[in-house]
């Protein structure tokens, strides 16, 4: 069965600090994984992908990484900002057949304190 | 932004009734596919449609429909409601069926009573 795990549920930092937000899965089948973030009520905004074949992806402040063998992937962040706070989201890309569907974590709300 | 729409933007429905939903993918994007997000819980996978077929099914009864039209517009049908079925609903479209980023609109915040 595909699950993805996020931890911690929930986090709350000081601006500035540099944080890790964690997602492991049980199905090193996986092909792809995403980072989403998402602010209350809203939909999904796409952070970074990392490709199968990729150990790592880097936009701005954010660097994901992803290491199938152990199941683990790392969002890191650095010098958190209040705009910052949001859920941040993980799913992996799985193959149902001829179909790629995400299957997504249950997220780590992120609270940045000024 | 995404370029992904969708409409209406909340909703209000009785048990048993019918709702859908709709969905506009960005230009070119050939598959869309929809996820049900209920209050604290990550997105879960309801169906995918490419070039107006469908293309794989999550865990989710037939009372869950959907429809992909030519221009790039798509609709999520759900009959019968139930209490269980207030969520937000998100459609996501991307280019091809392939592990390429998905694109999610703002979704629909659907409330069963």
């Known amino acids: 069965k595909q699950e993805v795990t996020q931890i911690p549920a929930a986090l709350s930092v000081p601006e500035g600090e540099n944080l890790v937000l964690n997602c492991s899965f049980t199905d090193s089948a996986i092909y792809n994984l995403q980072w989403f973030r998402q602010d209350p009520g809203k939909g999904l905004t796409s952070l970074l992908l990392?490709?199968?074949?990729?150990r790592e992806q880097t936009s701005g402040r954010l660097n994901a990484s992803l290491d199938k063998s152990s199941g683990r992937s790392t969002l890191y962040i650095a010098a958190s900002q209040p705009g910052d706070s949001a859920t941040y989201l993980c799913?992996?890309?799985?193959?149902?057949?001829?179909?790629?569907?995400?299957?997504f974590g249950k997220g780590t709300l992120l609270t940045v304190n000024p | 932004e995404t370029g992904v729409t969708q409409s209406p933007t909340h909703l209000i429905k009785t048990r048993g009734q019918q709702v859908t939903l709709r969905c506009s993918s960005q230009?070119?994007?050939?598959?869309v596919s929809w996820y049900q997000q209920a209050l604290g819980q990550g997105p879960q996978f309801i169906f995918q449609y490419y070039r107006e077929e469908e293309n794989g099914r999550g865990n989710f009864p037939p009372r869950f429909s959907g429809l992909q039209f030519p221009n790039y517009s798509s609709e999520l049908n759900v009959n019968a409601l139930e209490l269980d079925d207030s969520a937000l609903y998100l459609c996501?479209?991307?280019?091809?069926?392939?592990?390429?980023?998905?694109?999610f609109g703002p979704g629909t915040r659907l409330t069963v009573l």
């Open positions: 996501a479209s991307s280019l091809e069926l392939s592990t390429d980023t998905q694109y």
């Open positions: 230009s070119g994007h050939n598959t």
């Open positions: 799913a992996g890309y799985y193959s149902g057949g001829s179909n790629y569907k995400l299957t």
């Open positions: 990392i490709q199968s074949s990729q």
